[in-house]
């Protein structure tokens, strides 16, 4: 499955690497327009994510509120990083989620001791999560396939019940951690009894948000999703630059025979132990995000359904693509957060104009695949790109193209003959 999302990937990358010594940013010109509808998608996301109005029936699947968005952009950065290791090496690991946790507590560590200002615990959460993966990619890739694959899961599993249990002082257990006021905070001045801690940037909050009301649409822009966003987009850049890169290539020749590449003299495991370590400090930024973004942390963030989660994003978005796994990571992500919102009086609302008899079974038609049941339309949909698009919603977005394009040369070339038949006439 990832094979075929790579292998319709990799001559593209070849082509733009050649192209990419001389253009802006040190990209190709594919690469480059891929880089700026990122960048025009991550900054007018407020407008796209909010297209029906205020009050309206269908503005239940609006998403363009700040704490949606941020969760969009943030577990984008942990599926762009989970990437680097499965699409690029083929290496499947079910234990991500222990870096992004342990991105998080260390985060919260930092704002707890030195500043609420959130460079330093974005940085602490990076370089602890790279020492983490380092430690757990030295002794997992000694073995591949579904022996790393069972190795990381344990790894998570096992940090899981410590932060759970174990490492209460450091972790708070069952009930996570949170900021209070009287946490020490040398680089700080002291906070009024009582005040809620709050994170910022140079003192621009995260919770700090612009409002604009254009008609009935209500547009928000908050500048913790902002931040979030200029990080994605630097974690985006930085895949897109590895990715063309010599080293790049070495992950996709480990990936493709790992036994040939041995036979030339190169071992495997100086390259995947490096991208294991860059996979790892990729979720320990995301995880140091959320910490910015809400302030507390909890062991659930380790368990093995978020590392279960990213895999989902990134064979869902496209494994082995440059945008596959943020695309998968918002459908992901939209759905927990949308979707699940729809209960039986939304439904009904939606259906009031049918008979009631009608609307009845509509609706038990229908619930069982939202709200709490959205894990079903999730899986049914998994299934089915899995199953006609093994590339991923990339993939499909490629056959959409292609077929736009055929449709449009086809008439074309009507009209080329239909001018040419006049002229014969």
Request: with cysteine.
């Amino acid at each position: 499955m990832t094979d075929q999302a790579t292998d319709g990937f990799v001559p593209t990358q070849s082509k733009s690497k050649g192209a990419s010594a001389g253009g802006a940013l040190g990209l190709g010109k594919k690469d480059l327009r891929l880089f700026l509808l990122v960048v025009a998608m991550c900054a007018f996301a407020p407008f796209i994510l909010n297209p029906f109005p205020e009050g309206s029936g269908l503005a239940q699947f609006n998403a363009g509120y700040p704490d949606l968005m941020q969760r969009f952009v943030i577990f984008g950065i942990f599926a762009i990083g989970f990437n680097i290791l499965f699409g690029l090496t083929g290496y499947l690991s079910f234990g991500h989620a222990a870096f992004l946790g342990v991105g998080s507590y260390a985060g919260i560590w930092m704002m707890k001791l030195l500043t609420l200002n959130v460079i330093p615990a974005i940085i602490g959460s990076i370089v602890v999560a790279g020492l983490f993966a380092a430690i757990v990619g030295f002794i997992s890739l000694r073995r591949s396939g579904i022996y790393f694959s069972i190795l990381t899961l344990a790894f998570a599993m096992m940090s899981f019940a410590l932060a759970y249990s174990v490492l209460t002082p450091l972790t708070g257990g069952e009930t996570g951690m949170q900021l209070q006021y009287f946490d020490p905070r040398i680089l700080d001045a002291p906070l009024p009894e009582g005040q809620t801690p709050r994170a910022s940037l140079f003192g621009l909050e995260m919770a700090a948000s612009y409002e604009l009301e254009v008609g009935r649409w209500l547009f928000t822009f908050n500048a913790g999703y902002y931040i979030a966003a200029i990080a994605m987009l630097i974690a985006f850049y930085g895949s897109i630059r590895l990715f063309n890169s010599p080293f790049g290539m070495m992950l996709r020749a480990v990936k493709s025979n790992q036994n040939r590449l041995s036979y030339t003299g190169i071992s495997p495991k100086p390259y995947t132990l490096a991208a294991f370590i860059i996979s790892g400090m990729y979720a320990g930024l995301a995880g140091g995000l959320l910490v910015a973004m809400d302030t507390q942390v909890g062991a659930e963030r380790m368990f093995w359904t978020a590392s279960g989660e990213v895999v989902l994003m990134t064979i869902l978005g496209g494994a082995g693509t440059l945008i596959g796994p943020v695309l998968g990571a918002g459908f992901i992500k939209y759905f927990e957060n949308i979707v699940s919102k729809i209960n039986k009086s939304v439904l009904e609302g939606w259906f009031a104009w049918m008979p009631d008899w009608m609307t009845d079974v509509t609706v038990t038609i229908i619930y069982p695949f939202v709200g709490k049941g959205w894990h079903l339309t999730l899986g049914i949909l998994f299934m089915a790109v899995v199953i006609f698009l093994p590339g991923g919603l990339v993939q499909g977005g490629q056959k959409l193209a292609t077929v736009l394009r055929r449709d449009r040369k086809s008439k074309d070339a009507e009209r080329d003959a239909a001018i040419q038949r006049q002229a014969g006439e």
